[in-house]
């Protein structure tokens, strides 16, 4: 799963420290910053809930919609079972309804997609990022957290170590993969969207639609060519 690769090593903060200016909005550069994971609470803006391990995100999604729907009963005959997306429709109204007012909807909090580097680009003074979706595997079923807008133009900035050791395995064809953390709140409405994967039949699928509003960038130390 791709959780399982930012999750359980040291996570490595690519962005200023909140104390100092909490890097930046939603497509601005980010510089290169390194902060152990246990640490990583202490440099977001406070109150800031940290929704990476399982567990953190179950906690969240029980304050918000208190227990996990029952997909078997929801998925029936699966797509092409006659009444499958009307029941999946009364599922996501019904939750709709039921979190309305719930403290935890204006909650602040920080999720994880993967980011890809690609060549230095001068132009910027950085390495620009491509994302991509984190799913995560939970009690509830699959969770994939979903920027109501991907921040776009992102680059992150190295001091010049790591630049020439980002240029040199790009260069050898090595991906650089790095993590890139957002933090914001819930949008108002249709704040939770339940459905099913598409990959595997019949797993319950979480998209929690989230309202960006600063982008940091994190590395994990997780591949080798890091060493």
């Known amino acids: 799963m791709s959780h399982m690769r930012g ?11 909140a104390v100092e200016g909490w890097s930046g909005e939603p497509g601005a550069p980010g510089p ?19 929704l990476i391990a399982p567990s953190a995100i179950e906690h969240f999604l029980e304050e918000v919609d ?29 939750r709709d309804g039921d979190r309305i007012g719930r403290a935890a909807l204006s ?22 990022v491509a994302l991509g979706p984190n799913l995560i595997e939970t009690s ?12 776009g133009n992102l680059s992150v900035i190295t001091d010049a170590s790591d630049q020439v050791r980002f240029e040199r395995l790009l260069r050898q064809g090595k991906p650089v993969d790095i993590d ?10 249709e704040s939770i969207v339940y459905d099913f994967s598409h990959d595997a039949e019949g797993v319950g699928l ?20 890091y060493r």
């Open 66 to 94: 208190g227990r996990p729907p029952d997909w078997p009963t929801v998925y029936g005959g699966g797509h092409h079972d006659p009444g499958f997306d009307d029941r999946l429709f009364a599922l996501n109204r019904q």
């Open 107 to 128: 909650r602040r909090i920080a999720f994880v997609w993967t980011g890809s580097l690609s060549r230095y680009d001068a132009a910027v003074g950085g390495f620009p």
């Open 32 to 50: 290169l910053r390194h902060v152990a994971q246990d640490e990583l609470e202490t440099i977001l803006p406070g109150g800031t809930e940290i």
């Open 180 to 189: 890139v953390v957002m933090t914001g709140t819930l949008i108002p409405d």
């Open 140 to 151: 509830w079923g699959m969770v994939r957290f979903k920027p109501e807008e991907a921040p």
């Open 206 to 225: 979480i998209m929690p639609f989230v309202r960006v509003e600063e982008v940091a960038f994190l590395t994990s130390g997780r591949d080798s060519n």
């Open 7 to 17: 999750l359980g090593l040291v996570l490595i903060l690519t962005c200023s420290a």
